[in-house]
């Protein structure tokens, strides 16, 4: 079936370095999202993409976070500076249409902070 | 705000068995629920969702679950299990009338089949 692609799968940073998260998603859907989850911990919605623009996103989404997918290619997630408490398993997922739509995910990216 | 419990942590099973895997939420609106596997290393797959309409919906691999508002609860069933149903089995929520596809997730059930 359709898959999600999400790169690296791994990353290691220095807390402050800047870090993107790439996802590529599958090739005809028009929403995209991202969603954290620390270990041991559920997953938790960060944010959603339609049409260019940031939908919604959750508290979870500091002022240092950002997202774009600029001319339809990766839709990435920068963070910048990193702190220690992002580290996390981060997973992309991407659906045809809104509300009630299956939703596609990535295996996700494990980045670990030091 | 809404809350998704899943109140196993870990179901244990044996090949053949049935099995029920619990999902409670709460919220005050109008939501649609969804059913979602992970095998290791794996991202998630959709299995089934309830939007409106019969409360018990079909999936994929003989899964099924029930919707009740008056329990405020989604619980998956499967009749018989297989060793390869062994993942970990989360329940999804969201809002109807956004129409922003957010999803609020349970903590995960782990559910080990025994050959």
Known sequence: GPKVLQIPSHQIID?????????????????????????????????????????????????????????GSYF??????????????????????????????????????? | TQTVSQSDAHVTVFEGDSVELR???????????????????????FLLKYYSGNPVVQGVNGFEAEFS?????????????HWSDSAVYFCAAGYTGANTGKLTFGHGTILRVHP
């Open chain 1, 15 to 71: 807390m402050g370095q800047m870090v993107t998260l790439n996802c590529d998603p599958v090739s005809n859907h028009l929403y995209f999202y991202w969603y954290k989850q620390i270990l041991g911990q559920q997953m938790e919605f960060l944010v959603n993409f339609y049409n260019g623009k940031v939908m919604e996103k959750s508290k979870l989404f500091k002022d240092q976070f950002s997202v774009e997918r600029p001319d």
């Open chain 1, 76 to 114: 990435t997630l920068k963070i910048q500076p990193t702190a220690l408490e992002d580290s996390a398993v981060y997973f992309c997922a991407s659906s045809l249409s809104g509300e009630g739509a299956e939703q596609f995910f990535g295996p996700g990216t494990r980045l670990t902070v030091l």
């Open chain 2, 23 to 45: 999902c409670n939420y709460s919220y005050g609106g109008s939501i649609y629920l969804s059913w979602y596997i992970q095998h290791h290393g794996r991202g998630l797959q």
């Open chain 2, 69 to 81: 508002k008056s329990d405020s609860s989604f619980h998956l069933r499967k009749a018989s299990v």
